[in-house]
């Protein structure tokens, strides 16, 4: 299932035709990750294609717990730091993050283990192929909840204007009954 905001921008990318955004993933698997050692790494979009937009990691199932320590960071900014446990190969790890070229993510995994293990991370993302379409996204992100109020309160106009335009009841029995 994708989260609400990926699914509203595909949603809007169909209505608007921005051209191909769809939902794609890299895989990284390392079978034997060598022992106390780190591996660092970077994300970021080819020439071609303007930015990247994450919204989803998930830790690999059959790794370990406990064996890894990961670290994640966009212009200093530290968007994940952890330990990964049972907790992280279970369930994925929502973000949302703008990548460019000038803004890419750098990524530190470090296997905590005297022994070889098995390592595999799997990022979900959304190409944007231009300036154009980011502009565009951007736009749509700041129209969202002005979008969906709008929505909901079109529906709640509809449905008053039905109970409005509605035949009246007959006449109320007199109280009291007379």
Not at 26 to 47: E, G, L
Not at 81 to 109: C, H, K, L
């Amino acid at each position: 299932m994708l989260p609400a905001v990926i699914d509203y921008l595909l949603g809007t990318d169909a209505y608007q035709g921005w051209g191909n955004i769809y939902p794609r993933t890299y895989q990284m698997i390392f079978p034997n990750f060598p022992p106390v050692q780190t591996i660092m790494y970077t994300i970021s979009p080819p020439a071609e294609v303007h930015s990247y937009i994450l919204y989803q990691w998930v830790f690999g199932e059959a790794m370990m717990p406990h064996a890894f320590d990961a670290k994640f960071e966009q212009s200093g900014n530290r968007i994940f730091d952890a330990i990964i446990s049972g907790y992280f190969t279970t369930n994925p790890i929502q973000v949302f993050a703008f990548v460019t070229t000038a803004r890419p993510i750098d990524m530190s995994i470090t296997n905590l283990r005297l022994l070889p293990n098995y390592y595999e991370l799997t990022t979900f993302y959304l190409s944007v192929p231009t300036v154009s379409v980011y502009n565009a996204i951007i736009d749509a992100l700041r129209r969202m909840q002005t979008s969906t109020r709008l929505e909901e309160l079109s529906k709640q106009a509809t449905d008053l204007l039905k109970v409005i335009s509605e035949k009246p009841p007959g006449p109320r029995a007199p109280i009291g009954g007379a």
